[in-house]
């Protein structure tokens, strides 16, 4: 039968049952779209989380088409293309990408006007005090990881028993917003689903889009309740907070004359969600990461135990000068081992306006405005242009051959924290005795999503 003689049919005959037909045939045709763009997303977050198949093509493309334009997307492979495209703030902006997965509000990440993010920059700088906040980041997250090792006896998960509480702790005494409901496990997991969004946004009506709003909505109640009580310290609905946090530096600011225009409740809310997200799981991503890949490289790892010997030496002898240059080697070796598997191997970029890039080298070419463009560090990394031979461990390569914490204007804001939390915990399990993967699955980095969930090791 003709499908409309039908739809007619069934209209004249029963109007109830054609519009149950009907309502019954859109839920299933968006159930099934809805499982098409699930397997993409799948698709995409197993691309950005084993990076096999795009060290390869970088490596193709590096070769024999380093600039790679296709219609509206534009590839740069090359380290010093990398480098100019996120170096050129205005030729190549952000906020238009990203601001998608950042359903809490604009965050620094999204400001592409030039003064207006210098502003808000230096604003949120200024709320730092580099002389003593580094070394009260590192007593926090010495003190959990020396608690947490204790606690395992012999096998740890790094993700969950290790890395994410450390960074719930660093959320809690050093930003100032403590756990959800006072769980450790349930602020891991709303961070886990803060950093998943920005970086591959799910689909709209998918279980991971339904958790990661509910999460945001819940962070939202959180930081805002703690905002008033800071404000009204009577009220205060966390009594063991720590009175030196961030969030209560910017609420003691608030109304204060030189305060910013736009500097208000809202932006304190904002701004804090923003660190809970790029900061937290994302440090997760990186530090899993950097261990995994200590441990595929075992003459690396032992060189790398025997500087965290050394500097716990150093440490209890309280030589400070040799203390701040074993600290120095040591970041060799997380920068290194985060180059073969970097927290953000993908950088994406927009295009505002027509412009040039590699403008002077026989590779120029013009971008059409409303390109999009990608940078990947992964790719910058692997140049043997600017990283000689990079297949190879080297932990002693120039720190400027790295790209971890992006480049130029937009470097990221919270790398101080980044470098602290990833240098403590890589020091805290190169000091154990017989590290190694957990033998069978467990033993490999797990990811849920775009982030990382599990890394089982052991040790005596």
Not at 275 to 292: E, F, K, P, W, Y
Not at 317 to 322: A, F, N, V, Y
Not at 328 to 348: D, G, K, N, S
Not at 435 to 449: E, I, M, N, W
Request: overall charge positive; hydrophobic content about 45%.
């Amino acid at each position: 039968m003709d499908t409309n003689i039908f739809k007619s049919t069934m209209r004249r005959e029963s109007p109830d049952r054609y519009f149950q037909f009907v309502s019954r045939l859109e839920r299933f045709i968006e159930a099934r779209r809805l499982t098409l763009r699930m397997q993409l997303y799948r698709v995409q977050c197993h691309f950005l989380c084993q990076l096999g198949l795009f060290k390869f093509l970088f490596s193709v493309l590096r070769r024999f088409r380093p600039i790679f334009i296709f219609s509206k997307l534009l590839v740069v492979t090359q380290a010093r293309e990398v480098r100019a495209v996120l170096e050129r703030f205005d030729d190549f902006t952000l906020g238009e990408s990203i601001e998608p997965g950042m359903p809490w509000g604009n965050f620094l990440m999204t400001v592409d006007w030039r003064q207006r993010h210098a502003q808000e920059r230096q604003w949120l700088q200024s709320a730092v005090d580099l002389t003593a906040d580094p070394a009260r980041l590192r007593a926090i997250v010495d003190q959990r990881c020396r608690q947490q090792i204790v606690a395992a006896k012999g096998h740890i998960d790094v993700v969950s028993e290790l890395l994410e509480p450390v960074v719930v702790d660093i959320a809690d005494k050093y930003f100032g917003v403590p756990p959800l409901a006072g769980s450790t496990r349930d602020m891991a997991h709303a961070m886990r689903d803060l950093a998943g969004i920005i970086m591959v946004k799910p689909p709209i009506g998918s279980k991971p889009w339904s958790r990661s709003h509910s999460h945001i909505a819940k962070i939202t109640d959180l930081v805002l309740n703690e905002i008033s009580s800071a404000a009204s310290p009577t009220a205060g609905s966390h009594p063991t907070a720590p009175s030196d946090t961030l969030l209560t530096r910017f609420v003691q600011r608030l109304g204060t004359s030189g305060a910013p225009v736009w500097f208000d409740e809202d932006w304190i809310r904002r701004y804090l969600t923003g660190l809970l997200a790029t900061g937290g799981a994302t440090i997760v991503r990186a530090a899993a990461g950097a261990i995994d890949q200590i441990l595929a490289h075992p003459d690396a790892l032992q060189e790398a135990q025997k500087v965290a010997i050394a500097l716990d030496q150093a440490m209890k002898c309280g030589d400070d000068e040799r203390v701040d240059a074993l600290r120095t080697t040591l970041r060799h070796f997380v920068y290194e081992a985060l180059r073969f598997r970097p927290m953000l191997p993908l950088l994406v970029r927009d295009t505002p306006r027509d412009t040039v890039i590699a403008y002077g080298t026989k590779n120029a070419r013009l971008v059409r405005a409303g390109t999009r463009v990608l940078a990947p560090p992964l790719s910058a990394m692997f140049d043997r242009e600017a990283v000689p031979d990079p297949s190879s461990f080297q932990a002693k390569r120039p720190f400027d051959q790295y790209l971890h914490f992006g480049f130029g204007a937009r470097e990221c804001f919270g790398r101080y924290i980044a470098e602290i939390a990833l240098l403590e915990v890589f020091r805290s399990l190169l000091l154990l005795k017989g590290l190694s993967r957990t033998k069978g699955a467990k033993g490999q980095l797990q990811f849920d999503g775009p982030v990382a969930v599990g890394l089982f090791v052991t040790f005596q």
